[in-house]
C-alpha cells in the first residue's frame, strides 16, 4: 500500500545548478520509498512539466504542478525581516491553478519589478502556498490557502510555534535536491560552477544541506514527531493536488479572416495555386489529392495554421519549405513548399493522415542572414511575448565542456585541464572506465591522479544535463489567447520571448509549433543569382525556377548507379514498397508502409512505431512496438529470419533520418546549387565562401575553385567588395577575409570608393578614409594597398606606417598632413617566406600557392601520384600527399577507435580510412594545416576510390 505522505518541494535537475536529479531518478526514489506521487517544484520554472507527466505516467505516480518561485533580488517583506528575497512554494490544484502558476512564473521572468506577494494576489486561484518565511504567510493568508512549511533543521520548531499562535497550518518538507545524500558533492560542483568559483569558495548560504535527499515516509515521520498535523497535511495536500487534466489536445493560432471562414479562403488559394503550378488542365491526380488533402484539413481544423505559415512565407521568395509538411500538395499551391508531390510521389500521410492526433509541423528555411529578422517581424506581428514566443533551447552539459568545468572549480590549473580536454573528440562520452582513458591512444601519457577519477565521474553524471536556456533555432509558438495560460514565458539572453519548454515538451502538450529556420545555401543561391543579374543581364525567378531537368546539372554517373541490375527483396511484399528505392529502406516513411505491408500494422500504429525511434519520450516503449511488429509479420507467415533482418533495418532509423519529402525538398536546393556551380561557377564559389557555410573550411573552397579553373585574385581596397566576388572564370577575395580587419574599416573602405571613385594611392587611401593603425596595417601585409603603391614595397608602406607622427596613432587615425613629414627609407620587397607567412597571417590560408605544390615538385621522382588519379590506381599499394581538409572519428564494430578523414592535394580531394590498428600507431600525429605524406591501398566500392592508410609520415615545412 502506498505511504500517504508525499514531497511537495522537490528539485530536480531542472532547478538548472542547482538540483542534481533526472526525473526518472526521482520516480524510482519515490517507487522505492513506497510513495504514489511527489510534487515537481523546479525554481522558477515548469522547464521540466510535460516530461515529469509523461515520467510519472510511465511509472505509475500521479504528478502534482507546481514551483518553488524566488523573487530576483533581496525585496518584499521576506527580505525585509533578513529572510532573503521572498520565497515560496505554489502547488496548482487542477487546470485553474496550473494557469495561475503559469502566470506567476512569467511575470517573475518578464517584470523587473515583480513582486512574489503582488503576484500571488493577482493570480491566487486555485493555488496554495508553502513557505517559511512568516510575513509572507500572513500577507497572503487571506488571498489562498497558505502553509508554514517546516524543514528539518532549519528553524522549523520555532516556526511551528509560531504558526500554532496565529493559526496558519503546517506541513512538513525536506526542500529535496538529491536522492541521496552522497549526491550533496554534485550539489555543490553545480554551484560552484554557476558562481564561476572554486569549491571552498562556494558561501555555505547558497548550498542546500547534505539533509535534503529524498528521504522515505518513515524518515520523515521520525523527524516530526511534534507535528504529526504537518504530515497529515502534507499527505492530504498531495491528494488535492493532483493533475487531473490531459494533455495533446492541440492549440492553434488563429488566422486574421479577410472574408469567410479560414477554410474558404485556403481553398480558394490553392485553386489559384492550381493555375499557377500546374495551368488550367491538371491531371486528375492533382486534383483528388487536393480533395483528400483538404478533407482532412477541415476534419482536423487545420486551415488556420496553413494560411498563418503561408502569410510568413509569402514575404519572400527565397524559402525551402520541408519536412513531411513538403508532402502536401496544400503546401504546394500555397508556395510554402517548392517541390510538386505528386510528381515525386510523396507520401501525404507521413505529415497528415486522419488518425493524427498532433499538429501538423511545416518547416521553413530562409537564407541565413533574413532569419532573424523575419522571426522578430512575426513575433511582433503576432503579439509578443503575449500570444507568441520562440521555443527554447535546454542546453546541456557535454562530457568535454563539463570535465573543463568540473576540473576549474576543483582548482587545477587551465594547462593541466587543456592537457586532458584537447584530446577528447567532441563525440566522446564517458562511457568508458577510468582505466578505459588510459588506454586510449590519445591518453597514453596522461596521468589520471586524484582528484582526476572524481572529476570524470562528475562529469559523466553532468552529461546531459541541463545547464541553461537558449533560443531553438526556429521554432516560434502563437497561440489566439494568452501563452501564459499553457506555459510559462521568459527573455532568453538573445532578447527574444521563449516559452520555458523545448520542442517535444511544446509539440507533447498540444502547442503548435512553426519552424522558421537559417539556411546558407539560400543565401549562396540568392547571392550567386544577383551576381548573373549583375554580370550576364540574366534574371531567375527564384519563385518558379526548377532547374532538376537541365542536362548540365545532371552528374551522369550518380544516374548511372542509380540504374544498377535486378535485386531480390528481402519479401514479395516489400517488392512494390520499396521499389524506388532498389529494395533498400531509405525514408522515414518507409517504416510505415514496411510495418503495414509486412506486419498488417495500421496506420496509426506504424506512424507510432516510427515516431518511438526518434523521440525522447515515445507514447509507447518501442519494445512494445517491437512486440507487435513480429507477431504481426508472424502471423503473416514471414519468416523468422526476415523479420529479424527487416527490424535490424528499421532500427537504423534510430539515428538521424529524413523523411521523403524533407530530401526532395533539399535536393531542389541541391539542384539549384548543381545548376549554378555548372553555369556560373566564379558567382557560385564565391557565393559559397561569403556566406561562411559548406561541409569544408575556406581553404578547401580556395582549392576546389582553382581545381574547377577558376582563377583566385587577392585582396583589393580597389577590387574588393566586402565579400568574395566572382565574374567569369574569376573570384576576388574579399576584404571580409582579412582576419582582425575591423568591419567599421571594411565598410569604410568600400563605402568611400563607391562614392568618390577608386584610391590613386596609398596617401589617398589613408586620406579618405579614416584608417585604425591596425587596419592599415592588415591592409597593407594583406597585399591590398599592391595595386595602389605606386612602385614602393610592402616593406615601405609599413615603413610610412611606423614612421606616421606618435599623436596620429593616439587618436587612432593617420594624419599625413603631420607638420614634420618623415622620410620614409628604401626597403627592399619582403622575401618569399615572409610574404607567405603574411599570408597565412592575414587571411587564414595561403592563395598564391598551394602548401603542397612545393611537395609535388620535390616528389614527383618518388613515385607520388596525384589524387586526380586514385581510381587508375584501384587494389594496388600507393603513396599520396595529403592537406588535411575534414574528419570523421567513430568506433569500430569491436568498439576501437577508428578515423575517415579527407585530405586534399592540388588536383582533387580524397578519402582516407585509418583502421583502429593505423589509428592507434598515427593519431599522435594527426594534425590540420600539415603536410602529410600517405602510403596505403587503394580500395574501390561502387566505383568510388578510397585510401587504407598504411603509414603516414608528417614532412617538414620546406
Known sequence: ??????????????????????????????????????????TNALYGFVFYRQICDEWGLKPIAGAEVVEAAPSGRGAAHGEGPARAVLLARGREGYRSLCHILTARHLDPAFSLE?????????LVLLSEQRPLLSALRDALPVYAEL???????????????????????????????????????????????????????????PERSFLSAREMEERFPHAPEALENAARLARECEVDWPMGKTVFPSYPLERGEAFEILRARCEAGILHRYGRHPDGEVRSRLERELAIIREKGFADYFLIVEAITSRTPRICGRGSGAASIVAYLLGITHVDPVRHNLFFERFLSPIRKDPPDIDVDFAWDERDQIQLDVLAENGAPVRAAMVANHVGFRVKGAIHEIAKVYGLPEAEIMNVTRRLQDYWGVEDSIDGMARRPRFRDVDFEPPWPEILSQAEALDGHPRHLAVHSGGIVIVPGNLSDH?????????????????????????????LLGNRSLAVIRDALQAVERNAGLRIDERTWNPIDDPATQRQEYVRRLRGGAYDPLHPALRHTLDETYGIMCYQEDITKVSMELAGLSLAEAEGMRKALGQKRPVKPLREYMADFYAGATARGVEREVIDQVWHMILSFAGYSFCKPHSASYALVSFRSGWLRAHYPAEFMAAVISNQGGYYDTFAYISEARRMGLRVLPPDVNASAREYVGRAREMRIGLMQIKGLHAEAVAAVVQERERAGPYASFEDLTRRVPLHFSDAELLVKAGACDSIARGRTRAELSWNLHLTPERAREKGTLDLFAPEPVRVPRAKSYDEDTMLRHEVETLGFLWSVHPLAPYERALRGRGVIAAKDLDRHAGQRISILGWHVTSKLVHDKNERLMEFIGFEDTTAIYDATFFADAYERFCHLLATNRPFLLTGRVEEDFGVCSLRVEKLERLPWP
Open 487 to 515: 506555459v510559462p514565458v521568459e527573455i532568453a539572453s538573445k532578447g527574444v520571448p521563449i516559452v520555458q519548454w523545448e520542442k517535444d515538451q511544446v509539440e507533447e502538450f498540444g502547442l503548435v509549433k512553426m519552424d
Open 1 to 42: 500500500m502506498a505511504s500517504p505522505f508525499a514531497h511537495l518541494h522537490v528539485h530536480s535537475h531542472y532547478s538548472l545548478m542547482r538540483g542534481t536529479e533526472r526525473l526518472e531518478a526521482l520516480a524510482d526514489a519515490a517507487r522505492q520509498r513506497g510513495m504514489d506521487r511527489f510534487a515537481l517544484t523546479d
Open 151 to 209: 524543514v528539518p533543521g532549519r528553524g522549523d520548531r520555532p516556526l511551528l510555534h509560531w504558526a500554532r499562535e496565529q493559526e496558519v497550518p503546517c506541513v512538513a518538507a525536506n526542500d529535496v535536491h538529491f536522492v541521496h545524500r552522497a549526491h550533496h558533492r554534485l550539489h555543490h560542483t553545480l554551484r560552484a560552477i554557476a558562481r564561476n568559483t572554486t569549491l571552498d569558495r562556494v558561501p555555505r548560504r547558497d548550498l542546500a544541506e
Open 118 to 126: 503582488r503576484a500571488v494576489h493577482e493570480h491566487a486561484a486555485s
